[in-house]
DNA sequence: TATTGTTATACTCTATAACTATA
DNA sequence: TATAGTTATAGAGTATAACAATA
């Protein structure tokens, strides 16, 4: 399929406008940068705007319902972001009613995350959402490649520190 | 007492506690944005910081360093990001004397973009420092991994380079 | 005194719309 | 009428500080 005829605008520019990377060329943070504009547009093309869903709030519903009693000091740590953030994007998808907040029983200052019926069943369609998404980078990525990225970007992100 | 050295209840779990990526662990997009942990923070410290540059700032001017008669426009959609962002960020780096915009003799509502002599100075001491920003995450990836890592992530952004 | 979670506030980044000047 | 660049405004996203409840 030519280049020129990708019906996706976003992606591919025009030769002449193309500049020399220079220096840039060898910095890996430069190249996620710019592979991210691909994977947040079809992010929002799939999940975001069709189930009204940020990229952390999905995050969250699907790490939710691949644990039992987290915890948002545990999600927080998880995610990278900050506990305000968290709390208020956990009061977002409990107005929403798809998850809740229960106290923990051995800590009372700790709470245990739980999805309600209806947070499942969004994370579980958003879960199926995910393979058209990967389909659709699979265009430019062989599965091999595909595999082979993730396992590069999480050597890159370390093991986060215990 | 302290909870931690309470061994009755507790089981051999480590206390850290890595949550199960579920569903997430075959999307990109997630592994991107983890990833992207590590590369801001080794940005903000090797030159964000002692610079006092944004990503974005570093990449105008190593973009300028190695391409001649940039326009804004150029810039912005190399950049992916929109015409007003560029605008203030180069009214930026003009008052701190970086740079100059110099109107187009072919076009009266284009520019060019040029470094200073003071731009350029600091466009070639943050591409140095990109040296030994990079060798700091080949202790996480091999030169090898680092260089098919640049590979994919164009792939990705189907951005392929010259 | 330390920790979990919340509220309040501010700062950055980014996007959209309206404006100008040129073509 | 269309394009390049600017100005103005508003919306997310994120960070820090202060607070309440519990350990």
Redesign the interface.
Known sequence: MD?RTDTRT????PRA????????????????????????D??DRHIGTPFSLS?VEF?VL??L???DD?SPK??AQ?L?ITAPKLSLLLDRLQERGLLLRRPNPEDGRSQHLLLTRAGKQLATQT?AA?QA??AE?NQ??SRA??A???E???????A?P?
């Not at 976003?10 to 520019?13: G, I, V």
């Open positions: 280049a976003r992606t591919a520019l406008l193309r500049l020399d990377t220079g220096a840039l060329r060898g910095v890996v943070g430069f190249h996620i940068a710019r592979a991210s504009v691909t994977t947040v079809s992010f990229k995050s699907l790490l319902l691949a644990n987290v545990a999600l998880a990278r879960a995910t998404m990967e980078l430019r990525l490649e595909h082979m990225l993730i590069l970007l999480d050597k890159l992100a370390g986060s215990a």
